[in-house]
């Protein structure tokens, strides 16, 4: 994987980019089928919109996040059709100083990285420090891209169940991260820095799900 930091890509991203905090997701529970087709996104909140300012590459426009009891859902648009070459960075611990700092920005400390789909993990001096993660990557989908092709959207689903090999210590620890979305082509492009809590069923859902086993167990 090559090292994604030039000097003139980092500056020209600097100067486009002006962050304050963290944008604040309001969490969504949901279950997303990873194909071609994104209509189960219709509902789920638009939570980071980005400029057209990487004219003719990997260029972000929007990100909506979901989860369920097993996975975390990205869905991502962009402003021209290419995909490929998004890195998906993921601050396991909230800390921007236990993990890489994308571009040097100060945004994220990330642990957990993916360039497209393929897994790697990071720390504070390396990029990939060759240690990986374990899950089911290609089966339920520790990270499962629903296609290899450019796009102007895509969505990725990552297991909540992977764990860090280095230490074998969760990827997902507790039910709050952050996240940035990136690429290296082009002047390069970055996402706002994303905080993302983990959200549970609605009651209502729970209530059935109760009325359902009360039938269940009467039946038998």
């Known amino acids: 994987m090559r090292h994604p930091f030039g000097s003139t890509r980092l500056l020209a991203i600097a100067a486009a980019t002006t962050f304050g905090a963290a944008t604040a997701s309001a969490s969504t529970f ?3 089928t ?6 189960d996104w219709a509902g789920i909140p638009v939570i980071d919109s980005d400029p057209a300012d990487n004219v003719g590459f990997v260029d972000i426009a929007t990100t909506q996040i979901a989860n369920d009891n097993d996975f975390l859902y990205i869905r991502n648009t962009f402003h021209t059709p290419m995909s490929l070459g998004l890195f998906t960075a993921l601050d396991s611990d909230s800390n921007t100083a236990t993990g890489f700092d994308i571009f040097g920005l100060g945004l994220i ?3 957990a990285g993916w360039q497209n789909d393929f897994p790697f993990t990071q720390d504070a001096a390396n990029f990939n420090n060759g240690f ?62 994303i905080s993302y809590t983990l959200a549970v069923p609605e009651p209502a859902t729970l209530s059935l799900a109760g009325v359902g086993l009360l039938v269940l167990l009467r039946r038998r």
Do not use: C, K, Y
């Open 109 to 111: 400390g990330s642990e």
């Open 34 to 39: 990873i194909d071609d087709d994104h209509s």
């Open 132 to 193: 990986g993660m374990s899950g089911d990557f290609f089966g339920s989908g520790a990270a499962l891209l629903d296609a290899f092709a450019d796009s102007d959207e895509r969505e990725l689903a990552i297991s909540l169940d992977i764990i860090f090999n280095q230490d074998s210590s969760a990827v997902f620890p507790d039910d709050s991260i952050n996240l940035l979305f990136w690429t290296d082509l082009g002047n390069g492009d970055v996402s706002a820095p």
């Open 30 to 32: 949901a279950t997303i």
